[in-house]
């Protein structure tokens, strides 16, 4: 458990959007839990790790003993973690997953291109904007039917999923909703507002049904408009995850910053047996 | 899971232990499929992929578009993949074994001329039956075996679950060798599900009762019932080290098919990608 001393320490030290307590809490369904300066979410088999320190700086041998101590407090079947870098703790074998990049957008600076400006000009005289607290039925229409139509892994399935309940718990969320003439939803963002330096890009999601050209860019304006008037320095964009997602965030501005490992230890599975399986004769 | 024609195709054409779905499925608890000619077993996350096809060459451009098929089909978090040569699936599919399957052609093999004297006096004071199942005699050796050998973790699980695939598949054959006394001293198990090929499986002799050419003896056992069931080959597995090479070309096995072994985590955003992914 966290404690509400820990709790705010966490707010306020917060750097990273995996470091958004409400956020995670309700997309991953762990408990949260500090080991030394991290962050971790813990629920059984699995933790999560977040390798960033609330305080100081980056050291791989003190997030190695982080790792180590969560080993031994929950034993996890899989434990997950984010670094800056892969540390190579003694004893532990971590698997290196993904190598990325932190896209953030500065504020303060945030100019869009003229032909930007011209695509949200003409969304904007066909919707109307709204900002709200709650995943109503018509966004859950527009989620099913965005996930019907990207057919997404069960994770991301997952974590569209969990918005009612994580919007409904998390004071800090907002939902920017872009409406059709008729009032149906076109596109929709959920912007989280915890960390007091920095907003959070959630998720978005359009129609096909009630298409409107450049409403997901139209949101993307109302979403620094709300960041700046919240008096937030940077958006975190999330990670650049493909070239797709990448060209979007450098279109509007996004820079890459914070390196991001994704790594994984694990008790060994059914994957270590394939190579025994024609070798047991003369061991 | 693999309807009985797709059983029936498997053992037609099964040349690696990996091609029995009997002995992988008991093991691994793995469920076998077959996808686009090539067998593997999902075991929760993980999907087991033989990249040996059945019924075909091996070449590398079909392999990469089944791995990538059975990728599709079973969403797994991480892929095991067994090939005589890993395709270029993602630069952390690194190989991480390399190794030989090797085989004896029955239609030629005979006991070698240094070890007949050795097998003939084995085969005096030893006597060999086949059995259906493992008793207690058995899993004794097996547990001397494991603690002698200090073999642990997954290999030791394989062992353990040894006397459940021998009564479960059909296939499998168990050969014991008892002396006068009737004390088991040695036994191997074989699976004679493929068609063409018979596999060696392994074989455990007792430390505490050693009777020289025991292991060779109970090799010509199998052999002989190969030749019976009208095998072609007696697969016997990996190279593993230099003492079981030498003891499988001592027999006049070759070395006929490349052997690589790699992990791969299939490219997706994660949790924590997924959480900041823009649409």
Redesign the interface.
Known sequence: MISPVDRGRIRSHASIPEHLLGLMSAVSGGEAFVVDDYLGFAKDPWVILIGYPLTGPFGASELGRALTESLREFRPATLWFIAPEVPAPPGIRVEHLESDRYYTLDVEGFRPRPSLRRLTGRAARALSLERGRAITPQHEEAIAEFLARERPSPRIEGLFRAMTRYVAQAESAVVLTARDAEGAVSAFYVVDLEAPGFATYVVGCHSKLHYVVGASDLLFLEMVALAREQGKRTIHLGLGVNDGIRRFKEKWGGQPGLPYELCEIRRQGAAVILPLLARLWGR | MLSPADEAFVARHAY???HLPG??AA????EPHLVEGHLC?R??E?L?FIGYPLGRGCEVADLARAVSAAVTRF?PR?????APALPDLTP?CEV??R?A?FRLDLSTVCVPAKERSLIRRAARELRVTQERQLDAAHQGLVAEFLAS?Q?A???R???ERIPAYVAGAGTARLFSARDPAGELVAFAVADLGGDVYAF????IRSARRPVPGASDLLLTEVIAAARREGKAYLN???G??A??TR?KEKWGAEAFLA?E?G?F?P?????????????
């Not at chain 2, 490219?267 to 649409?279: E, I, Y």
Request: proline share 5%; net charge positive.
């Open positions: 690696v232990p990996e002995y992988v093991v691994s608890a793995g077993y075991a929760g993980t087991i969403r991480q892929v095991a993949l067994t952390r991480r074994e190794d399957y050998h073999v973790g997954d290999a699980r394989i062992y060696y499986q392994f074989s016997l597995g990996l593993v080290h003492g079981v003891f052997y072994y992990l985590r490219r997706r955003p994660g949790l924590l990608d997924a959480l900041l992914r823009l649409p």
